[in-house]
């Protein structure tokens, strides 16, 4: 899905709530991604990896892990000294880990290299861990921090978590699925990103709108994972240095959006704010590749 394609499917989703007038069909098209064909495509993607891969990805990988940690460490620290809305604090914290780097961050890549693999092992990884990282968080704040065990509780009954970790067993254990099995679970769990980017068009709604949130979500999703990379990574490989610029500085997922809402944590303020960020973000990589960056 190019960058065209994507702004299409949010402009019909958009269309599609205008028409149609009733959040039901949009709730049962949430379901229907989140808890069907979200997990066939996280566990269609992660169980056809194995451990060679995993410990081939070096510097890439290790990005995955300094910029996940970066970005929430800085966004926790602000929730807890600034915010004193706590489910925003969670949903900052969901919107600041968990970037767009499959639908967007791949268009993007492929703007500035020929090979884009080292950006796709980037977002698989980074999806990996920041999943079940995401869904705990929202699942906490989402009742009110009170009790991490019955947060645990929420976020093994989200299927695809649960589709995560056992790919990620069976990755570990060496264990080889047939191409068989995998193609017909990756093709179905493909629907889900056509599903979900029509989705968050027809949640966009500006009523909620707040620029201060959009600056917060900008800072520690986009600002500091770009500056970051590129004052540690600008004299390193061109291929890995773009993979890794791009893919760390995406603006928050569609699917941490969806996320957000299925655990009721201020999704329509998350909407608004990475639908506005995703715009300044291909504005953003589309300038540097004119001055040729």
Known sequence: MNIVQMLAL?????????????????????????????????????????????????????????????????????????????????????????PNTAALGFPIASLFLDDITPAILYSTTNSMIALPIVTFIAAHYSSGGVSIKRSFIKVLKFPPTIANLIALAIVIAGIKLPPSLLDPIRTIGWWSIPLLVIYF?????????????????????IAVPFLFVFLTLRFANQDILYSVLVEASMPPAIAANAILAQYKLKAEEAISVTFVLTLAVIGLFMVLKILGV
Request: net charge positive; charged share 20%.
């Open 10 to 98: 949010i402009a019909l989703g958009y269309i599609l709530k205008l028409m149609i007038k009733d959040d039901k069909p949009f709730d049962y098209l949430r379901i229907l991604v989140n808890d069907f064909l979200l997990a066939f495509f996280i566990f269609g993607n992660v169980a056809s990896k194995d451990l060679v891969y995993l410990l081939s990805i070096k510097t890439v990988f290790l990005y995955v892990f300094l910029v996940i940690a970066l970005s929430l460490g800085l966004s926790y620290a602000y929730g807890r000294v600034f915010l004193k809305d706590k489910k925003w604090a969670g949903a900052l914290m969901v919107l600041s880990v968990y």
């Open 201 to 221: 068009g027809s949640r966009i709604s500006f009523s909620r709108f707040q620029a201060k949130k959009l600056l917060e979500v900008g800072a520690f999703r």
